[in-house]
């Protein structure tokens, strides 16, 4: 059972289209982490947010905190392909602890 | 300034056996985790090493068992290789004293037959 319930697992849209990742909890986090991951290699971080209600904007990127950080969402903003990937969110209680991961959301964009 | 670095890339092994990964945190940091992440899943904690010491454990059997030198370098070791230990092993560094953020390295993709 994933603390972290991510939705959808897969979306599927065109160029220039939006598109929202959502990733729910039932605990509270003191940061959580939002990567993406290419076939074969490992997660890169994108973001990380910490306070309740923060957003933060990474390009065509954002990324929200819930105000009673148990959840998060992640939007993009005119999808391009290069956004393909597998999109993970991790959830740490305390710095330097483990990361509790989502299943992932994988997104294709195509051209 | 190099990365997280993990060796070896890919490994095949035979039920039964042992095998050891090695992890090269990013420069500066001095923490090392290990993950677990099966085909078409999120990654699953295993362990935490800090000043050469476990710190953490998630829900992994003894088999799995690791290892930090001075150096803040890392090994995970797991015995008795069953099908199912097959996946893509990430390691991740972060700096204890600093921020919450972790990073990953490639990735080693064992595949046990």
């Known amino acids: 059972t994933q603390l972290l319930e991510q939705s959808p697992q897969f979306l599927s849209i065109q160029e220039g289209e939006n598109l929202t990742v959502y990733c729910n909890s039932s605990s509270v986090f003191s940061s959580l982490q939002w990567y993406r991951q290419e076939p074969g290699e490992g997660p890169v971080l994108l973001v990380t947010v910490v306070t309740g209600g923060e957003v933060k904007k990474l390009k065509r990127l954002t990324f929200q905190f819930g105000d009673a950080r148990k959840d998060s969402s992640l939007h993009i903003t005119a999808a391009q392909p290069g956004d393909t990937g597998l999109y993970l969110c991790a959830g740490e209680r305390a710095a330097g602890n483990k990361l509790t991961f989502g299943g992932g959301t994988r997104v294709l964009v195509k051209p | 300034d190099a990365g997280v670095t993990q060796s070896p890339t890919h490994l095949i092994k035979t039920r039964g056996q042992q095998v050891t990964l090695r992890c090269s945190p990013k420069?500066?940091?001095?923490?090392v985790s290990w993950y677990q992440q099966a085909l078409g899943q999120g990654p699953q904690f295993i362990f935490q090493y800090y000043e050469e010491e476990e710190r953490q454990r998630g829900n992994f059997p003894d088999r799995f068992s690791g290892h930090q030198f001075p150096n803040y370098s890392s090994e995970l070791n797991v015995n008795a290789l069953l099908l199912g230990d097959s996946a893509l092993y990430l390691c991740?560094?972060?700096?204890?004293?600093?921020?919450?953020?972790?990073?990953f390295g490639p990735g080693t993709r064992l595949t046990v037959t």
């Open positions: 991740a560094s972060s700096a204890q004293a600093l921020s919450y953020e972790q990073y």
């Open positions: 420069s500066g940091h001095d923490t």
